[in-house]
């Protein structure tokens, strides 16, 4: 089956912890990104990735950090500098046609708290 | 001022009736729009897309695209209790803009 996964679908962490949190797609998509939502929020960008070795930074990257060392796998990790990360993380693909970018895939989600 | 904002909900329909979303964007470059359905505790699920002005139908849905008015709406037309969720509005430029959502109630 294609599709992406999140790893794991719960996580608990505790006050200074760093946590990674994996996604990982089998659709042959250039493009991935992480979100995250708060409840009752939208979707907030923190990071993407167009291309292996390389990513930016979206809106609140801010005590996030990333990696894109293959093109299946964009794994996302939670600094203890991330003051309130407490959230429903969400991993994203698409493909890229001619410089645009296509809809959006999304995985499963984790739920991190923060204990 | 928001990139992409939508009525603000919670939307009540009764079943059967048509569901009206609404969603304005702010960059007039921007080239797709999308919409997204979400349950609650779930990821979002893609459920249209539309690149061109005018309506694009698929079942019981309906996008509508206004690129001169920045504006693009979700019909559902018969809403059914499963339609009970919040729907996303996302538009395109270099990246995926999304808006805050809509919730929608649809009443047995």
């Known amino acids: 089956d294609g599709g992406i996964t999140q790893s794991p679908k719960y996580l608990f962490r505790k006050e200074g912890q760093n946590v990674t949190l994996s996604c990982e797609q089998n659709l042959n998509h250039d493009a991935m990104y992480w979100y995250r939502q708060d409840p009752g929020q939208g979707l907030r960008l923190i990071y993407y990735?167009?291309?292996?070795?390389?990513?930016q930074k979206g809106d609140i990257a801010e005590g996030y950090s990333v990696s894109r060392e293959k093109k299946e796998s964009f794994p996302l990790t939670v600094t203890s500098a991330q003051k309130n990360p407490t959230a429903f993380y969400l991993c994203?693909?698409?493909?890229?046609?001619?410089?645009?970018?296509?809809?959006?895939?999304f995985g499963p989600g984790t739920r991190l708290t923060v204990l | 001022q928001k990139e992409v904002e939508q009525n603000s909900g919670p939307l009540s329909v009764p079943e059967g009736a048509i569901a009206s979303l609404n969603c304005t964007y702010s960059d007039r470059g921007s080239q797709s729009f999308f919409w997204y359905r979400q349950y609650s505790g779930k990821s979002p699920e893609l459920i249209m897309f539309?690149?061109?002005?005018g309506d694009k139908e698929d079942g019981r849905f309906t996008a509508q695209l206004n690129k001169a008015s920045q504006y693009v709406s979700l019909l559902i037309r018969d809403s059914q209790p499963s339609d009970s969720a919040t729907y996303l509005c996302a538009v395109n430029d270099y990246k995926l803009s999304f808006g805050a959502g809509t919730t929608v109630t649809v009443r047995a």
């Open positions: 990735s167009q291309i292996v070795n390389d990513f």
């Open positions: 539309i690149y061109s002005n």
């Open positions: 994203a693909s698409s493909s890229v046609v001619g410089g645009f970018l296509n809809e959006q895939f």
